[in-house]
């Protein structure tokens, strides 16, 4: 299986934020999309880096609320890893394990972003595959 067969069931939809935006229209952001993690991007299809809810609870705990007024690309984790569409689900799930990450955004060939995966996309999508043999299964043996 591969991140293309994700991102064919879920869709491509990568919500965005520019670097100059602050924390604060970031966390409204993340709410009102109930997501978990923002690809920092001035155009949309580059890659400048990726903010999720954890950096902006580190950066609470450590500046105070005077963070919010900040730059999103103050606490945004500028090395960012990325996927293809063509990687396998093993090797992603894999990547985002040892990695600590729960977020991984997409690039065509060419870099540009794509769409983004999250750890929670994996696992639904492994698990509704093993859903799928063992009910296979289960109806072979009762046929």
Do not use: F, W
């Not at 491509?12 to 978990?36: C, F, K, M, Q």
């Not at 890893?81 to 990695?99: F, N, Q, R, V, W």
């Not at 995966?117 to 063992?134: C, F, W």
């Amino acid at each position: 299986m591969k991140i293309e067969d994700i991102i064919r069931k879920k869709g491509a939809d990568v919500v965005t934020i520019a670097p100059s935006a602050t924390v604060a229209e970031l966390v409204d952001l993340l709410g009102s999309n109930n997501i978990g993690a923002v690809v920092v991007s001035g155009d949309g299809t580059t890659i400048s880096g990726i903010v999720s809810e954890r950096d902006v609870v580190r950066h609470l705990a450590s500046d105070g609320t005077d963070v919010l007024a900040q730059p999103v690309s103050a606490i945004m984790t500028a090395s960012v890893k990325t996927c293809t569409p063509e990687d396998s689900l093993e090797a992603i799930g894999h990547t985002m394990t040892y990695s600590r990450i729960r977020h991984l955004p997409v690039v065509d060939a060419d870099g540009a972003l794509t769409a983004i995966v999250s750890i929670g996309d994996v696992v639904k999508y492994r698990i509704d595959q093993l859903t799928d043999e063992r009910n296979h299964l289960l109806e072979y043996l009762h046929a």
